[in-house]
């Protein structure tokens, strides 16, 4: 009887193993979530990294006047959008293309950029005299910087995300005076959109407290 008591528990704990191996744990929803969740979050963060990369180049490039280098970044297809101010104005702010932009910006020619805000006198300059006057009228290398986030926030309607809701932005933000009671802040935004696995230049968005 013990041979037989002994034969029979190998047999059982054999079949049990067996089971196992064929049915391995089941992940619970719990743990799923949180590797879905890491995997996202590493995602993120590598786009982020990406995109500021892409910013502090946009920055210096601008601030060096090496356009060359600055249209490097510009939309094959869409090209890139100016905007004087917060709200992007379809029908007045200055639109190229890749191909337009490299072929202007060594030029003297005058654009039609948008109106000022209070007076609505109409703002013309070369390339070269809107970046330095305008899009870098302050030193943005020396700004805070933010990812999908705002920081500056006047009275002027921002509809960033309505014209592109799709895509990321980064925001550089130069905070105002006490002076002035902090209302001389500017911010210049940069919005990218993915194109064929990378990311480019869609738009360039100034913005400062408005009357």
Known sequence: MK?????????????????????????SDTVKKAEEKTETDQQSFSKEVIL???????????????????????????????????????????????ADFQKYF??????T???????????????????????????FTESKYSFNTFQGNGNSLN???????DADFTENYIAGSEKYSGMDWNSLRFVFEKFEGKYYLVAV??????V
């Not at 209070?118 to 005299?129: H, L, S, V």
């Not at 509809?159 to 809701?165: A, G, R």
């Not at 968005?205 to 408005?210: G, M, P, S, Y």
Request: positive net charge; glycine residues 6%; aromatic residues 16%.
């Open 106 to 111: 060594p030029a003297k020619t005058l654009f």
């Open 159 to 165: 509809n960033l995300k309505e014209i592109y809701p």
């Open 52 to 98: 500021k990369k892409m910013n502090d180049n946009l920055l210096q490039a601008i601030k060096l006047g090496d356009y060359g280098t600055f249209s490097d970044y510009i939309h094959p297809e869409k090209g890139v959008r100016f905007s004087m101010y917060a709200f992007v104005n379809r029908n007045e702010d200055k639109h190229f293309s890749k």
């Open 3 to 27: 041979h037989f008591f002994v034969i029979f528990m190998m047999i059982f704990l054999i079949s049990c193993e067996k089971k196992v191996s064929k049915n391995p744990p089941v992940l």
């Open 113 to 139: 950029w948008g109106s000022r805000d209070g007076t609505g006198e109409i703002y013309q300059a070369t390339i070269d005299n809107y970046f330095k006057k305008w899009v870098f009228k302050k030193d």
């Open 205 to 210: 968005i100034n913005d400062e407290w408005t």
